[in-house]
Nanobody, 124 residues
Framework: QVQLVESGGGLVQPGGSLRLSCQAS?????IGWFRQAPGKKREGVSC????????HYDEKVKGRFTISRDGAENMVYLQMNSLKPEDTAVYYC????????????????????WGQGAQVTVSS
């Protein structure tokens, strides 16, 4: 059983920054950030392997978002810079407890456990 607690999110102007945090309890193979905008399907934003630290980013956020992990605190962060209105969505943290890679987890938008979600709104 893995519990995920998210924090962060909010309203920011275009070009601004936000940081999302996810605290995970229990053993995982990967943790990822996913988002879902109204009327759109859920997509993988960025994922990190908790085994080897490898990361994966969706092309739409590459160069703007950074995923990182504090293993000692079981925290995973998503630093979001140069935010655009199209980044507006509910962002979810998810954990995979089966062997996986960061790329597979993100591309399949899968997770065994999910956080409660955090609204990110980018608007002027």
């Amino acid at each position: 059983q893995v519990q995920l607690v998210e924090s962060g999110g909010g309203l920011v102007q275009p070009g601004g920054s936000l940081r999302l945090s996810c605290q995970a309890s229990g053993f995982t193979y990967g943790i990822g950030w996913f988002r879902q905008a109204p009327g759109k399907k859920r997509e993988g934003v960025s994922c990190i392997s908790t085994i080897d630290g490898s990361t994966h980013y969706d092309e739409k956020v590459k160069g703007r978002f950074t995923i990182s992990r504090d293993g000692a605190e079981n925290m995973v962060y998503l630093q979001m810079n140069s935010l655009k209105p199209e980044d507006t969505a509910v962002y979810y943290c998810a954990a995979d407890v089966t062997p996986t890679t960061a790329q597979h987890m993100c591309s399949m938008a899968r997770g065994d456990y999910w956080g409660q979600g955090a609204q990110v709104t980018v608007s002027s």
